[in-house]
């Protein structure tokens, strides 16, 4: 029974300081580690200082007087979107679009949807241009201007667009998507958007 009852024994008054100073130790020494753990995962999470948080990407002076050039059909635009996060830092990836010369009756004509109650926020006709992402909104893939047949194809899944982005055939939900663009200051820049995939709206993924 002895045995039994020991647990129950507070100790002499020096034991139970010893014990109580032990457990404090062990709960500031657990709160420090927790704090260095802490600190550089939030950092990482957090923009780099100095980041310059502009969406815009601007075209070098070649690539806007190519496709400012463009008379009767798509024209591919190829230019650097600055990206930057917490694990990498910033880069530059490589992104094209296609220019879509059009007036703004040609297409509230052929894409009302882009001029209607759920409209994208912002003018989807600039420079007498309309800009496409080359993502294709049914899942993602990458689909090209077809010449012979005057349409943006999809190879994936064979989806079909005219040369305004209308849906015309195939499993997409939804026209192609705009982008926004603007001559800024002398320079034409591009916002690079991603949108949710194989959904009728526009729904934002990703600026940038």
């Avoid at 075209?59 to 694990?87: C, I, M, R, S, W």
């Avoid at 420079?127 to 049914?138: A, E, L, N, T």
Wanted: overall charge negative; proline content about 8%; hydrophobic content about 40%.
């Amino acid at each position: 029974m002895a045995h039994a009852e020991a647990y129950k024994d507070p100790g002499t008054p020096d034991e139970q300081s010893r014990r109580t100073f032990m457990a404090n130790a062990v709960i500031a020494l657990g709160g420090v580690i927790s704090l260095g753990i802490a600190i550089p995962v939030v950092a990482s999470l957090l923009p780099a200082a100095g980041t310059d948080t502009d969406q815009w990407s601007g075209l070098t002076p070649q690539q806007a007087e190519a496709f400012k050039k463009a008379t009767n059909q798509p024209v591919k635009v190829v230019f650097d979107v600055h990206d930057v996060n917490g694990y990498f830092g910033a880069i530059d990836v490589e992104q094209f679009v296609w220019a879509v010369k059009s007036t703004d009756e040609q297409l509230r004509s052929e894409r009302p949807e882009l001029f209607a109650t759920e409209k994208p926020p912002y003018p989807v006709l600039n420079m007498g241009f309309v800009i496409f992402s080359p993502i294709c909104p049914h899942l993602g893939c990458k689909y090209a201007w077809n010449q012979a047949q005057n349409k943006f194809i999809c190879p994936c899944h064979g989806s079909v667009y005219s040369e305004l982005g209308k849906h015309e055939a195939g499993p997409a939900l939804r026209g192609l998507d705009p982008l926004p663009m603007r001559n800024y200051q002398g320079k034409v820049q591009i916002t690079w958007i991603e949108y949710a995939q194989n959904s009728p709206q526009l729904i934002v993924q990703k600026v940038g």
